[in-house]
């Protein structure tokens, strides 16, 4: 029996001892094609000989620096890149070691901006319903995954929910694009006028929706009309680019395609992907600028931010990432991702939506495609279709209350940059084949 708390108590985990491409090997030597580089992470596959040597340099040369005493060189090498193709405005960068930090920083930094600008009144964050941000309790505040809210509730902070951008399932049939996205832009404006507009911190939302309702692509104009309302009302536009961010879906920023730049951006699972933990709030001159002429800093902190060889690794991440054009090689394998998902399941009797951008897409399962109608919950459909994948060797990441928090269920792929055509048509193959399996319900 391990004596690791795993995430799940009743099941044992396959021991991973190997990794190579896009996939991984365990103990037993059952190979696994690595369809969701974990929860969106490893966007340059296992095994990178150069990213494993910038570790291990900079491990032989520095191993850690504790910030109050110093900087490192990788740190800043890494700041100065993240910046420099950073969306416009952005000039700062927060390190730290996750997406769950991430957020919990850019939260703080955006009330702490209020309060050196002298309006510390400004205490509510609006955020959307069907959203992921953490596992920490402030970014599970903002966050609206039922199940995982639901046992520690009582310990959040409240924070006002506001319509996702889900057209399969909240666009009603006949409303435009334009007007959907009016209507939510609406929607967030009668929120902040319900709750004072000078008591409001910041709006916070994925660019692409991630892990809870599985890789929603917003309407056209959606974030547009979105900023319009934040500018309107001096509100912070805080984006969660996570797990949707650093190239998964065809450009470096998923913001870059919705023509917009937020105040503040968080970035993390594809900065170092998967090398070393990292993260990172990636901040505007706006924000920063009171905090450094006011008290002087950002008042937070943690052991490990900065870390000389997470640094290292992703640095050497997102050079490779730029200098072998990975980005480019997203959309055109995204683009045979779409292909091969709508071969297998355009017409699939237990799959209702086919969704995503680049190399982020989900398929929503359905019990009944006439009318779209979700499995039983009891049934968790989700779990079975993983059961299934990883039968097959194939890994994807799957969740249930896709719709509600209680109702849906949606498989997530996130394959590796480097996936080639093969792979892909494997993936779709293999992801066919366990949702037929998944779906013979005795």
């Not at 696994?32 to 910038?54: F, N």
């Not at 620096?65 to 950073?86: G, Y």
């Not at 916070?204 to 309407?219: F, L, N, Q, S």
Request: glycine content about 10%.
């Amino acid at each position: 029996m391990s004596r690791i708390i795993q995430r799940s108590g009743r099941s044992t985990m396959p021991v991973a001892v190997g990794g190579e491409g896009c996939w991984i090997v365990d103990r037993d030597g059952r190979r696994y094609l690595d369809a969701s580089g974990g929860a969106a992470v490893s966007c340059l596959g296992h095994g990178h000989p150069e990213v494993v040597e910038a570790i291990r340099a900079q491990v032989g040369e520095l191993a850690y620096a504790h910030t109050s005493f110093f900087s490192s060189e990788p740190a800043e090498a890494l700041a100065d890149h993240l910046v420099e193709h950073a969306p416009p405005g952005i000039e700062h960068v927060y390190f730290v070691s996750g997406g769950s930090e991430a957020v919990e920083a850019a939260l703080k930094m955006a009330r702490q901006y209020f309060v050196e600008i002298g309006q510390p009144q400004r205490r509510h964050f609006i955020a959307r319903r069907q959203s992921y941000h953490g596992n920490t309790l402030g970014a599970m505040s903002v966050g609206h995954r039922e199940s995982a809210r639901r046992l520690f509730e009582p310990m959040l902070a409240p924070v006002t929910h506001v319509s996702p951008c889900y057209a399969y399932r909240y666009r009603p049939a006949g409303e435009t694009d334009t007007a959907y996205a009016q209507r939510l832009a609406d929607e967030l404006e009668q929120a902040i006028l319900r709750l004072g507009p000078d008591t409001v911190i910041g709006f916070i939302a994925e660019t692409v929706g991630g892990a809870t309702a599985g890789t929603v692509p917003p309407v056209p104009g959606y974030f547009e009309k979105v900023r319009a309302v934040c500018d309107r009302y001096g509100v912070l536009l805080i984006l969660d680019e996570v797990m949707c961010g650093m190239g998964r879906t065809g450009t470096l920023h998923a913001c870059e395609q919705e023509g917009v730049a937020p105040d503040i951006m968080v970035v993390a699972k594809g900065l170092g992907a998967g090398y070393q933990p990292i993260g990172a709030a990636l901040a505007s001159d706006r924000v920063y600028r009171p905090m450094l002429e006011g008290s002087g800093s950002f008042s937070h902190g943690h052991t490990y931010i900065g870390h000389p060889a997470a640094c290292a690794a992703a640095l050497a991440v997102q050079q490779i990432v730029q200098r072998d054009h990975l980005v480019s090689r997203v959309r055109e394998r995204g683009a045979k991702l779409q292909e091969v998902l709508l071969d297998q399941f355009r017409e699939h009797a237990h799959v209702g939506d086919v969704r995503g951008r680049g190399l982020f897409w989900s398929i929503e399962l359905v019990a009944d495609r006439a009318d779209d109608a979700p499995f039983d919950p009891a049934l968790r459909m989700h779990a079975r279709v993983k059961a299934e994948a990883m039968r097959l060797g194939l890994c994807v990441y799957t969740m249930g209350g896709t719709i509600d928090g209680e109702r849906g269920d949606h498989v997530l792929m996130a394959p590796p940059f480097i996936v080639g055509d093969d792979e892909v048509v494997e993936i779709a193959c293999r992801l066919r084949a366990a949702v037929d399996a998944a779906a013979r319900i005795p």
